[in-house]
């Protein structure tokens, strides 16, 4: 049981570029969770998904952030026209259900730079 | 105010002492978590609590639901829990709230 993967671990890209973050959930998680840590600063919820469906996507910016997460293939974050302050860390989280009394098991993290 | 508030933010001990984290949070919650971040950026998930208390080695992670206050403990430190330690509850919508965390560096 591989836990919940993530990649790529390091990624740098130079502003108005795309970053694309993915995420394999911990085998029979079906729930997925995204986070963004910035520099400095805690942990921020940014979008829920089970299979083919965005649950809740209220930490999302509204603008160039993107989520899915398709029935085959991992949970994919997309950052279009990346900006300086898109540079943080974004974990990845899964469970096996909806309920919060559930233990989450997190990736390692993708930590992305904007130059 | 945060729904989720740690205490302290940073802390120093030395190598065997005893180790206490406050969390106090101000939304309804079904459990309450309390993570690890190791110095890599990695993290763990150490406790999911809903009443009580839980034991894990020589964590320990207590919950007052109606005070809406938990706490973890760390007995003999050691170097090796340095660590930033969150709290984290769950709302009712499947989002977190999340302390900022608490810095603790165990000197030997």
């Known amino acids: 049981n591989a836990g919940v993967m993530q990649n790529p671990r390091h990624l740098v890209r130079r502003r108005g570029q795309e970053a694309r973050l993915r995420c394999s959930p911990m085998k029979g998680h079906s729930h997925v969770y995204w986070y963004r840590q910035l520099p400095e600063e805690g942990l921020k919820f940014m979008v829920y998904l089970q299979k083919e469906n965005i649950i809740d996507e209220s930490g999302m910016p509204k603008e160039r952030f993107s989520a899915e997460f398709p029935k085959e293939g991992p949970s994919i974050l997309r950052i279009q026209q990346v900006v300086r302050g898109d540079s943080a860390a974004y974990f990845c989280?899964?469970?096996?259900?909806?309920?919060?009394?559930?233990?989450?098991?997190f990736g390692a993290g993708s930590r992305l730079t904007v130059l | 105010k945060n729904e989720v508030e740690q205490s302290p933010q940073n802390l120093t001990a030395q190598e065997g002492e005893f180790i206490t984290i406050n969390c106090s949070y101000s939304?309804?919650?079904?459990?309450l978590h309390w993570l690890q971040q190791h110095p890599g950026g990695g993290i763990v998930s150490l406790f999911m609590?809903?009443?009580g208390k839980k034991k894990h080695g020589r964590l320990i992670a207590t919950i007052n639901i109606q005070e809406k206050h938990s706490s973890l403990h760390i007995t003999a430190s050691h170097p090796r829990d340095s660590a930033v330690y969150i709290c984290?509850?769950?709302?009712?919508?499947?989002?977190?709230?999340f302390g900022t965390g608490t810095s603790l560096t165990v000197i030997p």
């Open positions: 939304v309804g919650i079904s459990a």
């Open positions: 984290a509850a769950p709302n009712t919508g499947n989002q977190f709230y």
């Open positions: 609590l809903s009443s």
């Open positions: 989280a899964s469970s096996s259900s909806n309920s919060g009394a559930n233990v989450l098991t």
